[in-house]
């Protein structure tokens, strides 16, 4: 078979021009190409210092096994689980920045590319293939990249947007056939649906909304079934939204920017947000560099940025991407919504996380953890939201901001926190 004259290859032949040396980037999330990922080890005796790039991936990491220290050197722009291990004890290495800054190292040269692994949709009546759920930084990846390896999978949607490449600028193409990945994520648990509630309540009628994936935004996303003509520009989303789209309750009319449509990076889920994004005229995926660029947010009304947190200090510092010294994740795109949705007219900053972990450990702290990150300043937060409550923090003093902070932190907790507060404001 063959897509105008290009015949499909093998992954083990098509990998063949990665040479030692070369920087290669790997597609993200749900179109993470296994295939390809595992030829490219396989090859790992011939090779040297090949610089493997990428944001989130999904599947093995079989390249970061000790044996291919050698072979493979690992930078990740973001951290998640299947390679977390390996970054915390240096096998990996993290690179702190920006979703919407990563496209410009690309594209600037600052981070050359000589081959971009992705996944791609078999091509249309034109010739071409789609990045499908994944367009984030993927996009400026394969324009930069000397050549282009795809896996063309009749599992990946064609999604409108950024994210398409024709046929002819592929060097080589690989059939795959695999399911793509997923996410499926549990049912909230009660201490996420008062969360929910909350951010609900904060909710308005006609805002642009941006949230993650996880229970929290889950059960925010249950809890909006009465609300009218909420639109949406996101990093990522999931399957929640599918719901409210179908009940008519994001319609996109009242936003400044791509009016009517639902705008983001990438979508990783289950198979039934892939299929509603395929050939879905609302659904636009681009760039990363336009999605969070804080310009584009703040023109939609009401922006309601909703993102979690590790652990917050009583003055309202973030820390959402590291548990002390240990990597956990990366900054993302955090601080831009944050940032955004502050600027934009009637918007609301929230961070939201529950008030103890699953071990009943607070994550109301009076200081952050020795070595951790400030993901988000304290002067960006505006609503800080646990299951005890709301805080609302613009515009609050240390000694006002410690104090709504506290209260909605864990009952058990919040005595100390008050001695705690009291020691740091008054200098003892």
């Given at each position: 078979?063959?897509?105008?004259?290009?015949?499909?290859?093998?992954?083990n032949?098509?990998?063949?021009i990665?040479?030692?040396?070369?920087?290669?980037?790997?597609h993200?999330?749900?179109?993470?190409?296994?295939?390809?990922?595992?030829?490219?080890?396989t090859?790992?005796n011939?090779?040297?210092?090949v610089?493997?790039?990428?944001?989130?991936?999904?599947?093995?990491v079989?390249?970061?096994?000790?044996?291919?220290?050698?072979?493979?050197i690992?930078?990740?722009?973001?951290?998640g689980?299947?390679?977390?291990?390996y970054v915390n004890?240096?096998?990996?290495?993290?690179i702190?920045?920006f979703?919407s800054?990563?496209?410009?190292?690309?594209?600037?040269?600052?981070?050359q590319?000589?081959?971009?692994?992705v996944?791609?949709s078999?091509?249309?009546?034109?010739?071409?293939?789609?990045?499908?759920?994944?367009?984030?930084?993927?996009?400026?990846?394969?324009?930069?990249?000397?050549?282009v390896?795809?896996?063309?999978?009749?599992?990946?949607?064609s999604?409108?947007?950024d994210?398409?490449?024709?046929?002819?600028?592929?060097?080589?193409?690989?059939?795959?056939?695999?399911?793509?990945?997923t996410?499926?994520?549990k049912?909230?648990?009660?201490?996420?649906?008062?969360?929910g509630?909350?951010?609900?309540?904060?909710?308005?009628?006609?805002?642009?909304?941006?949230?993650?994936?996880?229970?929290i935004?889950n059960?925010a996303?249950?809890?909006?079934?009465?609300?009218k003509n909420?639109?949406?520009?996101?990093?990522?989303?999931?399957?929640?939204?599918?719901?409210l789209?179908?009940?008519?309750v994001?319609?996109?009319m009242?936003?400044?920017t791509?009016?009517g449509?639902?705008v983001?990076?990438?979508?990783?889920?289950?198979?039934m947000?892939?299929?509603?994004i395929?050939?879905n005229?609302?659904v636009?995926l681009?760039?990363?560099?336009?999605?969070?660029?804080t310009?584009?947010?703040?023109?939609n009304?009401?922006?309601t940025?909703?993102?979690?947190?590790i652990?917050?200090?009583?003055?309202?510092?973030v820390?959402?991407?590291?548990?002390g010294?240990k990597?956990?994740?990366?900054v993302?795109?955090?601080?831009d919504?944050?940032?955004?949705?502050?600027?934009?007219?009637?918007?609301?900053?929230?961070i939201?996380?529950p008030?103890?972990?699953?071990?009943?450990?607070s994550?109301?702290?009076s200081?952050?953890?020795?070595?951790?990150?400030?993901?988000?300043?304290?002067?960006?937060?505006?609503y800080l939201?646990t299951?005890?409550?709301?805080?609302?923090?613009?515009?609050k003093?240390?000694?006002?901001?410690s104090?709504?902070?506290?209260?909605?932190?864990?009952?058990?907790?919040?005595e100390?926190?008050a001695k705690?507060?009291?020691?740091?404001?008054?200098?003892?």
């Open positions: 078979m063959n897509y105008e004259g290009k015949e499909f290859v093998s992954a032949e098509a990998v063949k990665i040479k030692s040396g070369d920087k290669v980037f790997i993200t999330a749900a179109a993470t190409p296994a295939v390809l990922i595992e030829a490219l080890t090859r790992a011939d090779l040297r210092a610089e493997l790039l990428s944001i989130h991936t999904e599947g093995p079989p390249y970061a096994d000790e044996k291919y220290a050698k072979n493979f690992i930078n990740t722009f973001f951290v689980a299947n390679i977390r291990p004890r240096g096998r990996a290495n993290y702190p920045v979703l800054e990563i496209p410009a190292l690309f594209r600037s040269g600052a981070k590319l000589d081959v971009a692994m996944t791609v078999p091509p249309n009546e034109n010739g071409y293939c789609s990045l499908g759920c994944s367009v984030d930084v993927s996009n400026a990846a394969i324009e930069t990249a000397n050549y390896i795809a896996l063309v999978n009749p599992n990946m949607p999604v409108q947007g994210g398409k490449i024709h046929i002819n600028k592929i060097y080589a193409i690989v059939k795959g056939e695999n399911p793509l990945f996410s499926t994520t049912e909230p648990t009660a201490v996420e649906n008062k969360i509630q909350f951010i609900s309540e904060i909710v308005e009628d006609g805002a642009t909304l941006q949230m993650g994936i996880g229970g935004p059960a996303l249950t809890k909006l079934i009465h609300h909420l639109g949406i520009h996101t990093e990522m989303f999931s399957d929640g939204l599918v719901d789209v179908n009940k008519g994001i319609t996109g009242n936003k400044i791509d009016v449509k639902i983001s990076s990438f979508v990783f889920g289950t198979k947000v892939y299929d509603f395929d050939r005229p609302m636009e681009r760039d990363s560099d336009y999605v969070n660029d310009r584009i947010i703040r023109q009304p009401k922006v940025a909703i993102n979690s947190a652990e917050v200090d009583i003055f309202g510092q820390c959402a991407d590291t548990i010294t990597q956990y994740s990366g993302g795109g955090q601080m919504f944050i940032r955004g949705a502050a600027l934009s007219k009637g918007g609301k900053p929230i939201a996380l008030s103890i972990t699953n071990k009943g450990i994550r109301i702290v200081t952050l953890k020795k070595g951790a990150d400030a993901t988000t300043s304290r002067a960006h937060v505006h939201i299951e005890f409550g709301v805080a609302y923090l613009h515009g003093s240390l000694r006002e901001r104090t709504a902070i506290i209260g909605i932190a864990h009952p058990a907790i919040r100390q926190l705690e507060a009291f020691e740091i404001l008054s200098g003892s």
